[in-house]
């Protein structure tokens, strides 16, 4: 049974492709993973292409799983000259689709950070969900 509620939860990219969406409706809470609302996601990996377009900017985050680009939201803090090539990153945002998101909040990582721990952690986290 699907639940809903207001959280993140934790993904890779590779996940993403399993995300699951109720065609018969435009809804963005008919959107799950393991019956999850996953409207909002989290994701974290290190920037390897910067975009600026006439409207917005979007980068490109590889996570060790997979690619995806990330529109930049216009209450994001952090400043285009911080988000390099190369940069580790992690963002909150909305699920657009398997290769898409907007990125609501977006932090720069500690430079110790692991992506080997991050997925570690999200496999983890979704274990629960499985049994």
Known sequence: M???QEFHYPLTIAL???????TTTSTPTNVTLFNQSVTKIRLEGTIID????KSSLKITLDDGTGTIQVTIGKFVKLEQSDLQIGKNVGCIGKYKNATKMTATNLFELPSGSSQIVWISKTSSFWQQFLV
């Open 50 to 53: 910067t975009r600026q377009t």
């Open 16 to 22: 993403l492709h399993q995300i699951s969406r109720d």
């Open 2 to 4: 699907s639940t809903t």
